[in-house]
């Protein structure tokens, strides 16, 4: 009776996690397929990256990870004043 009890409790356990993990997963391949959508996107407006080993895939892919993490997804929008700011390239008039 104990086995059949302890066999019950660890299959209610373990379903629901792979049922969580399932999830997790198809989440994460629609972020990448939305990553992917957006770089696109990006290389036909012309974009490009300049003295980077990544492709502009991966750094996209990596910036939506980061904001998803540190953001919990949400975009932060606004205005900074009284920052140092560093300018790395030449402006076109």
């Known amino acids: 009776m104990k086995k059949l009890i302890l066999l019950l409790l660890a299959f209610c356990l373990v379903i629901p996690m792979t049922y969580a ?7 994460r391949k629609e972020q ?8 696109k ?3 036909k407006e012309g974009w490009k990256l300049h003295g980077s080993s990544s ?20 975009e932060i ?4 004043s009284n920052v140092k700011t560093k300018t790395l390239g030449v402006r076109k008039p």
């Open 21 to 27: 993990d399932k999830k997790a997963e198809k989440e």
């Open 55 to 74: 492709d502009l895939e991966e750094v996209v892919i990596r910036h939506h990870d980061k904001m998803r993490s540190v953001y919990g997804g949400r």
């Open 77 to 80: 929008v606004g205005f900074a």
């Open 41 to 43: 996107n990006l290389k």
């Open 32 to 39: 990448l397929d939305r990553s992917r959508k957006i770089a």
